[in-house]
């Protein structure tokens, strides 16, 4: 015999099994389950009912990450009612709860990082405080009385406690306050904008303590405070600081610390006194400063080994700093639209370039914000193209004509000075801003099929499969410009493209039509010869290919530069022997710039990067290349390390592209 239980009745045991047997919700359950209507709702509200009614020593145990969670939140709820209690509600005149209600609005009103717009945030700055005096440039930073006396209420003499607004940190600043102390004032002050803790502190370093405080960490302390005080556009104190800095305690100074304090200067608009603090604390090194007498060095070895290291280690140091000082400087001037300051300053990182590699630099040591610069030249350029500087007066300092055809260009010589760390991006601004359009525009088998030679050319060539498609690509950032293909000879004709010509240009070339405007000013011709060697080609054919490029390099006036590519894993061919023969034959070296590059690298090496281990070349293929090279009367040419897949050489080869463009 089988017993069949209802659902209701299977529900009013399951109620009374979980509340610990409790009759009262048994019997309720039963009651409703013998109604005829709406039993399934009123077993499930019965078993509510008996659920929430039960007292609490029928409840289930919590867990112990529930108990966890609860006590967490517990505190948290504490530590807000706490907070708000010191900041007495939103609407208080607490100090502590202004400040911070001052700063919301702030955040809400402008970047808080400010992004390069340093007009707005002057202003704004110049806007909300009454210490900001006018500063007088007409004497040097170096001279004690360079600052203005500041206001009598900036820093009169408030005794020995200076309170300040802090009620949970730093409260106040008296006999016993120590450096961590300071530290923490000065970053409160900072983050908050409070205007008068930084008086405070000023007063407090500048006229009470001695240069014994902290066992000599004051000069820090007011560098730090001069920082501080240039965020907050407070030039009197900040140049206080830094004079005080610089006579009680050079033999301290950091480059770290100076080369904040430059870029707090720049931030500023104070451009003449960040030069001077950078060419003062963040000088170049002189010759010679790793090296030693040989007398001295026999009187006491290690001694003067372990002052060498020491030296060596500042002057790394300094040199890091003063770059990252220059590309503030440099960056500052491209956003703000002024070219010439900028390249002034650019220039100055080019004349580093042969230090910084002298002292085994590398570029992650440096970290330089070339990107930064790409694209603040690029909007200088832009400006340029515009006309903005065509009728420019004298005063300004802006001369287009002393420029080169390309601002960007500027940058890329500091580049390639500097040591290469690869980048991507770095690379990509740069193509964007040298390369803007590009367009096939013939392909041609003689003289008569080549473009009216109005602008200059560099010519790519080598064997065939070396990867000559596939560099002009890479250079380019297209990925299609020229036709890449695994069989050899694809390149059948002197293919020319023309790199930033007036816009519209293919239409004109493929419908006839009349396009208006000009080329820029930077536009050059990439030619894309045919590949020599193993393609499957006529022997005539080849010789109307060799025929031809005689004639071309023999003739062709624009002809600024001639690549001859070679791959890296088996040097110099046969065919680029002869290549070199007619180099050497023919070819003008005063006009055209002959080049060797070396591609394919990264086959070279196992787990090729583009930032680690971008390629290399065997020292057996670069002796053999090297010896081709004087054999034929070439060796004066530079060698260039390449590899399309890595990007590596891509800088260095647009060096030699820039004679074609200021052609």
């Given at each position: ?10 529900l ?13 919700a ?9 109604s005829s ?8 509200s ?45 609407d ?36 909300q405080?009454?210490?900001v ?9 170096t ?23 802090s009620?949970?940190g ?51 302390l ?11 556009n ?9 004079t005080?800095?610089?006579i ?27 030069w ?10 002189l ?52 070219p ?18 002298q ?24 400006r ?21 055809c ?16 690869n ?29 009216t ?7 790519f ?8 498609s596939?560099?002009v ?29 007036k ?37 005539k054919?080849r010789q109307?290919?060799?025929d ?67 390629g ?13 090279m ?14 399309a ?19």
């Amino acid at each position: 015999m089988r017993l069949f239980l209802p659902p209701a009745l299977l529900l009013a045991l399951h109620v009374s099994l979980t509340t610990s047997f409790s009759p009262s919700a048994a019997a309720v359950a039963f009651s409703w389950c013998s109604s005829s209507r709406g039993v399934d709702a009123r077993c499930r509200s019965a078993m509510l009912s008996a659920l929430e009614d039960d007292d609490a020593t029928t409840a289930s145990i919590p867990s112990k990450r529930s108990q966890r969670k609860a006590a967490e939140r517990a505190k948290k709820q504490q530590q807000q009612n706490t907070t708000d209690r010191n900041t007495n509600r939103s609407d208080s005149n607490h100090p502590e709860a202004v400040l911070k209600r001052q700063r919301r609005q702030q955040q809400q009103q402008t970047n808080h990082r400010r992004k390069h717009n340093y007009e707005e945030r002057s202003n704004f700055l110049s806007s909300q405080d009454d210490f900001v005096t006018t500063l007088d440039r007409s004497q040097p930073l170096t001279n004690t009385n360079f600052h203005p006396h500041p206001q009598p209420h900036l820093l009169q003499h408030s005794g020995t406690v200076h309170t300040l607004h802090s009620s949970q940190g730093v409260s106040k600043l008296d006999d016993n306050t120590t450096a961590e102390d300071v530290v923490r004032a000065i970053k409160r002050a900072q983050n908050l904008h409070d205007l008068h803790d930084v008086a405070e502190i000023a007063h407090f370093l500048l006229e009470q303590v001695d240069t014994s405080f902290a066992y000599g960490y004051r000069g820090s302390l007011l560098s730090r405070l001069a920082v501080a005080s240039l965020h907050l556009n407070n030039i009197p104190i900040a140049t206080r600081c830094i004079t005080e800095r610089r006579i009680s305690h050079r033999s301290s100074m950091l480059p770290l610390e100076s080369a904040a304090i430059v870029r707090g200067l720049t931030r500023c608009h104070c451009i003449k006194e960040a030069w001077e603090v950078l060419e003062d604390e963040l000088s170049l090194p002189l010759s010679g400063w790793v090296d030693f007498e040989e007398g001295d060095r026999q009187e006491d070895e290690r001694h003067l080994e372990e002052q060498a290291t020491r030296r060596r280690l500042e002057m790394r140091d300094r040199l890091i700093h003063r770059a990252r000082g220059i590309g503030s400087i440099a960056s500052r001037h491209f956003y703000q639209e002024e070219p010439t300051a900028a390249m002034h300053a650019v220039d100055k990182l080019k004349d580093m370039g042969s230090i910084v590699k002298q002292a085994g630099l590398s570029a992650s040591d440096l970290e330089m914000p070339w990107e930064k610069l790409v694209r603040g030249a690029a909007l200088c350029e832009s400006r340029r193209r515009e006309g903005k500087w065509n009728d420019a007066p004298e005063s300004s300092g802006e001369d287009p004509s002393q420029w080169p055809c390309n601002i960007v260009y500027n940058v890329l010589d500091a580049m390639v000075a500097f040591p290469s760390d690869n980048n991507d991006r770095t690379f990509e601004a740069l193509c964007n801003a040298l390369v803007r359009r590009t367009v096939f525009v013939t392909g041609a088998v003689n003289m008569k099929g080549c473009p009216t030679p109005d602008r200059g050319e560099v010519a790519f060539i080598g064997r065939s499969n070396v990867g000559k498609s596939s560099l002009v690509n890479m250079l380019t950032n297209r990925k299609s410009l020229a036709f890449t293909s695994k069989t050899p000879g694809k390149t059948q004709q002197f293919n020319f493209f023309a790199v930033n010509d007036k816009p519209d240009l293919e239409r004109q070339i493929r419908f006839g039509d009349d396009v208006p405007g000009s080329k820029d000013r930077d536009s050059f011709y990439i030619v894309d010869l045919p590949g020599f060697g193993f393609a499957k080609v006529p022997q005539k054919q080849r010789q109307q290919w060799s025929d031809f490029m005689e004639e071309y390099f023999n003739s062709r006036e624009t002809l600024k530069v001639v690549f001859h590519l070679i791959d890296a894993r088996h040097g110099p061919t046969d065919e680029d022997a002869k290549i070199m023969q007619k180099v050497g034959d023919i070819l003008d070296s005063k006009r055209t710039q002959y080049v060797v590059i070396l591609t394919k690298a990264d086959k070279n090496v196992k787990g090729a990067d583009s930032e680690k281990n971008p390629g290399k070349v065997s020292k057996s293929v670069l002796e053999k290349l090297t010896e081709t090279m004087k054999a034929h009367r070439v060796g004066y040419a530079p060698i260039v390390l390449t590899s399309a897949q890595t990007r590596l050489g891509r800088d260095e080869v647009w060096k030699y592209l820039r004679l074609a463009a200021e052609a």
